[in-house]
């Protein structure tokens, strides 16, 4: 995306306090060692579809009422157990009980699908046990700035010991999860880093947490989950995929979005590079270089997927951490000094990891994008957050499409935009980007063909369906609009007056 346009106000960027979270890490003693619950998130939830996730929601004021209504419930973070306590019961049809979990009645579990208030008048009523004793807090970790909400997630953990001892879990009647597996950290992981499967970033790292401390208890879940409990580790990473970092930095984008993803793709034990470290201030300096030092590989590279204000950095100052060379397209070498110039369909041997370059213009010239059975690294292609703009001086909407096209035909696994959340569908996010896209496209012309002629004009009637545009950004898109129409020989121009050919 570009500079923030004049006329939009900084106070679209702000957000309110994170809205707080519970999930909660069930284990049990496997056959052949300690297991995790995951569910598999169906496509149709806003957060994370087709993901494998913890079990959870958000803390309600259902919650709150059974804090000041069950004694059970006393003690530190009493709101997100119950939440958590509420959530298994619908998501699961579980509750914790002595020493592992029972099956609630089914008739209990549908009162709560249907009407999650009903939770608490059946607690109260002792149809299923409402016991704490034995859940801990492993970690409190704030969702990163890139998303449009933050949430403040508790991450739970209860151990259900023996396997044999767990109830069935039942996926009827609810319709969060598609499929549940119990499977070893190590397994799970194993699948995540062939890319096997989509697995929620902050499960990943306490997955991880998790393994860590296993090997180092000798496999005792109980002990491990105590040791983890105490230390209350908080984030360190967000990794998007394996070999696909994210650090978010500050920067003067386009609202809503207010910073600029940057990436360390590659082999997390080998050579990796750093894609658009848009640093403007030391302490984002500060946080990417540490992230860099923490990882176990090589720095290989910086590189700029392309040279709009909010990718680049200050040079001086990243120069203060990295003594690497610079990548980037021709038509970036024009604005940063690049000791390699990058091609369409080269390939970068980064460890044990191959990355392919694309060159897709249309946003701005001499765009990259990487591509790998990661995902795709997008850049300002595609957006997690907000929408993407076509500059008309620079851009070029007809080439943009093309390009657009091009991307869905290689089915990326993930998309890593460069500002907002990774997106979990790609084909899906694509196919509305083209349809958008296109049906501006026609209500541009369709302007036109009713006899509006300045820029304006056309703009306001091809923007009639969305009145909460920005007035100067329609007029913006409008004209990128209009110009490809001209390449096409469809429209012409004159003195500022556009007409149909």
């Avoid at 970790?141 to 403040?152: A, K, L, M, S």
């Avoid at 001086?393 to 290689?410: C, F, I, P, S, V």
């Amino acid at each position: 995306m570009s500079e923030v346009p004049e006329g939009v106000s900084m106070a679209a960027r702000a957000r309110g306090a994170p809205r707080p979270t519970a999930t909660m890490t069930l284990t049990r003693d496997g056959p052949e060692g300690v297991e995790v619950l995951l569910g598999l998130r169906a496509k149709t939830m806003r957060a994370f579809p087709n993901y494998w996730a913890f079990p959870g929601g958000g803390v309600s004021s259902v919650d709150r009422a059974a804090v000041e209504t069950l004694p059970a419930l006393e003690g530190p973070e009493a709101a997100s157990i119950a939440c958590i306590m509420r959530e298994m019961s619908e998501e699961l049809g579980i509750a914790a009980d002595g020493t592992g979990a029972i099956a609630l009645e089914p008739q209990d579990r549908l009162a709560i699908v249907e009407d999650k208030k009903q939770w608490l008048p059946l607690a109260l009523d002792e149809a299923f046990p409402v016991e704490r004793q034995r859940i801990r807090i492993l970690s409190h970790r704030i969702t990163p700035p890139f998303g449009p909400v933050q949430f403040d997630n508790a991450f739970l953990h209860l151990h259900l010991g023996a396997w044999d001892t767990v109830p069935e879990i039942d996926l009827e009647p609810q319709t969060e999860f598609t499929e549940i597996m119990w499977a070893k950290p190590t397994e799970i992981l194993e699948r995540w880093m062939a890319h096997e499967i989509k697995v929620a970033p902050p499960v990943v790292t306490l997955l991880m947490e998790i393994e860590r401390t296993l090997e180092r208890l000798e496999r005792d879940m109980e002990s491990a989950a105590e040791d983890i409990a105490e230390r209350l580790p908080g984030r360190r990473s967000i990794l998007f995929a394996h070999g696909v970092e994210v650090i978010p930095i500050k920067t003067a984008t386009l609202p809503p979005a207010d910073h600029t993803n940057c990436y360390l793709v590659g082999d997390p034990e080998g050579e990796f590079i750093v894609v658009d470290p848009a640093v403007r201030m030391r302490e984002d300096m500060e946080a990417l270089a540490t992230a860099v030092e923490r990882h176990r590989g090589e720095l290989k590279a910086i590189l700029f997927t392309h040279s709009h204000g909010d990718h680049l950095a200050d040079m001086s100052l990243l120069r203060e951490a990295f003594d690497v060379p610079v990548w980037g397209s021709d038509y970036t070498a024009k604005s940063v000094p690049c000791q390699r110039v990058l091609s369409d369909g080269e390939t970068l041997a980064l460890g044990r990891q191959t990355w392919t370059v694309l060159i897709t213009p249309g946003h701005h010239p001499g765009h990259i994008c990487l591509f790998s059975e990661a995902g795709l690294v997008a850049g300002d292609m595609l957006a997690g957050i907000g929408t993407i703009l076509i500059p008309p001086h620079t851009g070029d909407m007809n080439e943009y499409l093309l390009q657009l096209e091009r991307l869905k035909a290689l089915k990326p696994h993930l998309v890593f935009p460069s500002h907002g959340p990774v997106v979990a569908i790609p084909d899906r996010l694509i196919d509305h980007y083209l349809s958008h896209r296109r049906a501006r496209h026609a209500r541009v012309l369709e302007a036109v063909q009713n006899g509006a002629s300045q820029l304006a004009k056309i703009a306001k009637e091809a923007y009639a369906d969305t009145p909460d545009a920005h007035p100067g950004l329609a007029v913006d898109q409008t004209l990128s609009h209009l110009r490809a129409l001209a390449a096409d020989g469809t429209v012409c121009e004159e003195n500022g007056t556009w007409r149909t050919n």
